[in-house]
């Protein structure tokens, strides 16, 4: 099934859904523990919920594929990761909050550091700090003048060695050679058009690259710069669109406010805790139809390699879920975008627990939210990317198919 | 895997497959209780019969998608629901068993009632019984002519205020406007061709609606008539020429004899009780290979809200099952087109529990037929259009495929 075919069948209904996201949410055992970071943490209300509700494990993507943020974030709301793979750029761009405009050509940006002989010898300016990052932004930016009389150039920080160049204008094409050779030792490549109908984009290119290594010829680290990821900006059907669901965004990192962004999603204010995102969601409940609550601490600390404090956080969120039931959603789903193992301190290919609970759903056997208990639940395993129509149904958003 | 793939591993061999289909079969608790219809009800036979099959559960159409009888049973039979998603006008004639040649364009209508100008005022004609539809096709009919030398008109009666219109002729398109505006208060649509190709079909629509309102112009509630669902006839290939079965259906309502036609399958008598079902398909166990049976009041129990009422039906079928096991097919299989809650009064999307017994069948270790145990079946959680392939391969139909 394609997951846009959901689009075809939704109707109106005034019934509310909350989309819980523990980023990285599904873990493993790790330095001789037998349990998962969920399966060793103390969650009296999220077992509850699983109790009286139907529960499963979600594959992001696909069988032993780790995704990244953005097609795992897609998956979730129903965007098919493969179709809608967002390029490297534009997440770049939704990563820093950036608006972006539809006659924008995104960029990543990597500062480098080469030789006199313009030998790459450091891919990542000896990694320079943020506060290095904008000021040289800047100093391209207030140096670059124009490139051309249609294009304008903007440069933003992101962090440490990275940056986004924006291009704006008509006509740019993202069929371009990346600059950055992967290894240093070489020459960066040319910023060739792979394609005739770039040749106009590239040559720009290849002139803001000369300008801005004169740019930079002062500088110690950061003397050149390598692109990749070129992308156009592509205007994605909102969720309004597709599911006619009035969407609010509760998230703290600037990239997940920046996915929401591109779905068209409200983005609600900039919550300063856990606590602070659910009373954010209660204050928000009446004005929207949709929330995506987006917990980012269970990834970081997974992606930190530290087990105990990523369970830590489970226990935090589980202490705070009556506050969330208490609203008596229409649909409740806890889930992960994807599995961050503190044992791996990283993004994994391992599927992830899920919750969904509603008045609609089919009670399984499952009486405690972990990994293992949930490969038992009535959901089974689910590509993520039908979440959504499973949470449409069970909002009762979805009419029959077919006579 | 298309549907389609196992129709090239197809040979030959005499054995026999039951489809024994309780319409709507899958449910939910209700009212405070905690188990299902099928869990509820007392089923010593099909307990024991899936003790010593394998079990799991289906999936009619997709994650979440809630099936219409159309495409479930498409499903059941191997035929993907959405490449096979059978037209309005085509489900309306099976609905009554209308014979149906590939020169057929099929249209649903719906009586209505206009006002001194033209305006509707009830989509529904006041529902009108089935004895004055009866009477007003039979006046349309009767009055209309030859819209065309080369069209032949025909009127059928459905039910309240539904009937069938076919226009039989060669050529004929079905990309023509509805008229029905899906609401009062307004003049019905014209049926305008949607594409240059349907101009000449559009033409003699307009002039058979014309000629119907002043046909009607006397009657109070039905004077005026609205066209939905334009199908034309449409060949789908026959389970014989798929599968090189034989097939028996035996179902007492006509829109499961129609559908089961639609496939090439012999139409057995309508059998006046469940019992009398089971006797049919005795009394033909010789001169088939493959028998549809057909159990209608699981699901219109369903549809009724009457949680006892399906669980008494499932105890009547669960009593006869000896009928059925004594015969000793080759594979029996067990399960529903879809779910049919009494919680919910209609169909929905939740998988549909399924026994599969066959003695080339691998055990499992469910012991009961229910929803929560078919959770943990050796089947796991299978799309139903891959069913049919299922029961082929245990009834030893389908060779290996690659060396």
């Known amino acids: 099934m394609e997951a846009e075919f959901i689009d075809t069948l939704v109707v109106k209904n005034n019934t509310k859904i909350i989309f819980l996201i523990m980023d990285g949410l599904g873990g493993l055992p790790m330095g001789g523990r037998d349990q998962t970071e969920l399966e060793a943490a103390r969650t009296p209300n999220l077992d509850a919920l699983a109790g009286k509700s139907v529960c499963g494990l979600l594959d992001p993507v696909g069988y032993g594929i780790t995704p990244g943020s953005g097609p795992a974030h897609f998956a979730l709301f129903g965007y098919d990761p493969f179709k809608n793979n967002i390029g490297r750029g534009i997440l770049e761009a939704a990563g820093i909050d950036f608006p972006m405009t539809d006659r924008d050509l995104l960029i990543r940006v990597n500062f480098a550091t080469i030789d006199t002989n313009g030998i790459i010898v450091d891919r990542r300016a000896g990694r320079i700090d943020n506060e290095t990052n904008k000021r040289i932004c800047k100093k391209l930016q207030n140096n670059m003048g124009r490139i051309s009389d249609r294009v304008e150039v903007i ?17 740019l094409r993202d069929e371009i050679q990346e600059t950055d050779p992967q290894q240093t030792g070489l020459h960066p490549f040319s910023p060739k058009a792979l394609v005739p109908e770039a040749e106009e984009t590239a040559a720009l290119l290849h002139e803001l690259v000369n300008k801005a290594r004169n740019i930079l010829s002062d500088e110690k680290k950061a003397n050149m ?37 591109l779905l068209g999603m409200t983005i609600g204010p900039q919550p300063e805790s856990i606590r602070a995102e659910f009373m954010a969601l209660r204050e928000n409940y009446k004005a929207y139809d949709f929330f995506f609550v987006h917990i980012k601490p269970t990834d970081s600390r997974g992606e930190d390699g530290d087990f105990d404090a990523k369970v830590k956080v489970i226990e935090e969120v589980d202490s705070l879920i009556p506050l969330v039931t208490e609203l008596n959603p229409d649909v409740l789903v806890v889930t992960g975008d994807h599995s961050t193992p503190a044992a791996l301190a990283s993004h994994s290919w391992h ?34 990317m039908y979440l959504m129509g499973l949470a449409l149904a069970h909002a009762r958003r979805l009419e029959k198919f077919g006579a």
Chains 1, 2 share one sequence.
Do not use: W
């Open 351 to 384: 599927a992830v627990p899920v919750i969904l609970s509603s008045a609609t759903c089919r009670p399984d056997r499952v009486e405690k939210f972990g990994e293992r208990d949930c490969i038992l639940g009535g959901l089974g395993r689910v590509p993520t």
């Open 225 to 261: 710069l390598l692109l990749r990821g070129y992308s156009r900006y592509r205007q994605y059907p909102s969720m309004e669109q597709r599911y006619g669901l009035n969407a609010l965004a509760i998230a703290g990192y600037p990239m997940y406010r920046g996915i929401a962004r």
């Open 155 to 171: 440069f933003e920080p992101v962090r440490e060695h990275r940056a986004l160049l924006a291009l704006r204008g008509d006509g």
